[in-house]
């Protein structure tokens, strides 16, 4: 079974970087998509961006586009997301899911398999 697991979450101050990582096993990325969800407390999850088969990036939140980059690294099974100029309402607990069918869908209830998450906190 694909097991997902987040890294690298973090308090970080307004204005500043972090990059998570989502490992993957038992699944390589050469045959899953990987995307990244949010969940702000009180708030439902929301889908931030998505990398396919082939690396072609789906991006679900217009609030990210331009500071938050999706990537992946085929060799270490990894996929990453690099966060810059941070702000408050970035905060939330950070999902990565995998979608078996190689492509990103739209809904997450389409991905097949979910992390635990990583808390990120950006304050100052």
């Known amino acids: 079974q694909l097991q997902l697991v987040e890294s690298g979450g973090g308090l970080v101050q307004p204005g500043g970087s972090l990059r998570l990582s989502c490992a993957a096993s038992?699944?390589?990325?050469?045959?899953?998509?990987i995307a990244w969800f949010r969940q702000a407390p009180g708030k439902e999850r929301e889908g931030v961006v998505c990398?396919?088969?082939?690396?072609?990036?789906?991006n679900y939140a217009v609030s990210v586009k331009g500071r938050f980059t999706i990537s992946k690294d085929n060799a270490k099974n990894t996929v990453y997301l690099q966060m810059n100029s941070l702000k408050p309402e970035d905060t939330a607990v950070y999902h990565c899911?995998?979608?078996?069918?190689?492509?990103?869908?739209?809904?997450?209830?389409?991905?097949?398999?979910w992390g635990q998450g990583t808390q990120v906190t950006v304050s100052s």
């Open positions: 899911a995998a979608s078996l069918r190689g492509y990103c869908p739209g809904p997450d209830y389409e991905f097949d398999y």
């Open positions: 990398i396919n088969v082939a690396g072609e990036i789906t």
């Open positions: 038992k699944f390589t990325l050469d045959y899953i998509a």
